[in-house]
């Protein structure tokens, strides 16, 4: 039994991302964004590769993943008893 939950937990140690490999998506994802946004910055008018610049492509990446995800049908779900409930949105 004890040798099954030390296999357990090794197999859930093994699926977890290192920092390094955190830091690796992450940085994937920033090239991504530059990649989509950059030249739609560039052409409102700012400079690449500046602060504005950078701050414009992540207000796209906001506005983009906010219109991706409000527009989804949501459904709420409550239950439990008088002081006490626990609701689900999806």
Not at 25 to 33: D, F
Not at 34 to 44: D, E, F, M, N, Q
Request: hydrophobic share 35%; glycine share 6%; charged share 20%.
């Amino acid at each position: 039994m004890r040798a099954i939950a030390l296999l357990g937990a090794l197999a859930l140690l093994a699926a977890c991302a290192t920092p390094a490999e955190r830091a690796a998506q992450m940085e994937r994802e920033v090239e991504g964004m530059v990649r989509i946004y950059g030249p739609a910055c560039t052409k409102l008018g700012y400079k690449p590769d500046t602060d504005p610049w950078r701050d414009c492509v992540l207000n796209l990446n906001d506005q983009e993943n906010t219109r991706r995800y409000s527009t989804r049908p949501m459904s709420t779900t409550c239950f439990g008893h008088r002081g006490f409930y626990h609701c689900s949105a999806f």
